[in-house]
């Protein structure tokens, strides 16, 4: 069974840094796309960033600049570091493992921008 588990998430003061981590287990293809998203409270779940199998990366407009994710394809895990925070930034993020068209997702790791 596939499981992505993240960890990294908490509180943090308006302009500070967090780096989000995933590891994936139970699989031993290495994913065509990982990422990671965003739930807010009231809010529909949408992309943060996503880098293919040969390392593309794409970015949301609002976190362009200051957020850079990563990926290691021999361990399946994929990192987001996340710059200059700010409470629009607020939200449940989700890691994310596309394969053959399957999506798996992680549990999700709650972060809190606030003063």
């Known amino acids: 069974q596939v499981q992505l588990v993240e960890s990294g998430g908490g509180l943090v003061q308006p302009g500070g840094s967090l780096r989000l981590s995933c590891a994936a287990s139970?699989?031993?293809?290495?994913?065509?796309?990982m990422g990671w998203y965003r739930q807010a409270p009231g809010k529909q779940r949408e992309l943060v960033a996503v880098?293919?199998?040969?390392?593309?990366?794409h970015y949301a407009e609002p976190v362009k600049g200051r957020f850079t994710i990563s990926r290691d394809n021999a361990e399946n895990t994929v990192n987001l570091q996340m710059n200059d925070l700010k409470p629009e930034d607020s939200a449940v993020y989700y890691c994310?493992?596309?394969?053959?068209?399957?999506?798996?997702w992680g549990q999700g790791t709650q972060v809190t921008v606030s003063s």
């Open positions: 994310n493992g596309l394969l053959i068209g399957q999506n798996y």
């Open positions: 139970g699989i031993i293809f290495t994913f065509d796309v």
């Open positions: 880098v293919t199998k040969v390392g593309t990366t």
